[in-house]
T-cell receptor, first 116, second 112 residues
């Protein structure tokens, strides 16, 4: 069965500093990978996704992620964080059966704190 | 506007009192799903549906029921709620090709 590991429960970064959130996955085939963000009291918003092709994926709000098959990783990066980036971040891998997509398996999330 | 709508957003109830959380999407998606979110556990899938009249169990289905009589609606039913079902619930939908989930804003349920 597939699984997603986000090793860091909390990360604190100074405003303006660079950010990298780690994600490792386990999946038997070529994965479809996602990063979602959840601001306090809000639902989940898609930041970016990887289906195939270029392994460096650009997303919204200045985020990017790189798929590394050899490391089973899909780390999220941003060169310079803003106070509004404080949120919970979830990595997810798609689940697919013969009928199509049947959901996502999520990591447990990384809580990002921005220091002024 | 494309959206997934859940109701109620907040609910406090007592043990054993049946309740239903509604979910509706306007994107004509085949796939719909319910997740619960708990601190330290992330999001876990409760049930999902790949089309009308087709539903299946996710990772944590115990204590829940669902139905899919229409493509746009996917209600979550708690026949006899218990305190361990106190949680934040999310409904989501997607098309079967991409798997990208679109989420509702969440329903916070407290069972006393």
């Amino acid at each position: 069965a597939q699984s997603v590991t986000q090793p860091d429960i909390h990360i604190t970064v100074s405003e303006g500093a660079s950010l990298e959130l780690r994600c490792n996955y386990s999946y038997g085939a070529t994965p479809y990978l996602f990063w979602y963000v959840q601001s306090p009291g809000q639902g989940l918003q898609l930041l970016l996704k990887y289906f195939s092709g270029d392994t460096l994926v650009q997303g919204i709000k200045g985020f990017e992620a790189e798929f590394k098959r050899s490391q089973s990783s899909f780390n999220l990066r941003k060169p310079s964080v803003h106070w509004s980036d404080a949120a919970e971040y979830f990595c997810a891998v798609g689940r697919y059966s013969g009928g199509g997509a049947d959901g996502l398996t999520f990591g447990k999330g990384t809580h990002l704190i921005i220091q002024p | 506007e494309a959206q997934v709508t859940q109701n109620p957003r907040y609910l406090i109830t007592v043990t054993g009192k049946k309740l239903t959380v509604t979910c509706s999407q306007n994107m004509n998606h085949e796939y719909m799903s319910w997740y619960r979110q708990d601190p330290g556990l992330g999001l876990r899938q409760i049930y999902y549906s790949m089309n009308v009249e087709v539903t299946d169990k996710g990772d944590v289905p115990e204590g829940y029921k669902v139905s899919r009589k229409e493509k746009r609606n996917f209600p979550l039913i708690l026949e006899s709620p218990s305190p361990n079902q106190t949680s934040l619930y999310f409904c989501a939908s997607s098309d079967l090709n991409t798997g990208e989930l679109f989420f509702g804003e969440g329903s916070r349920l407290t069972v006393l």
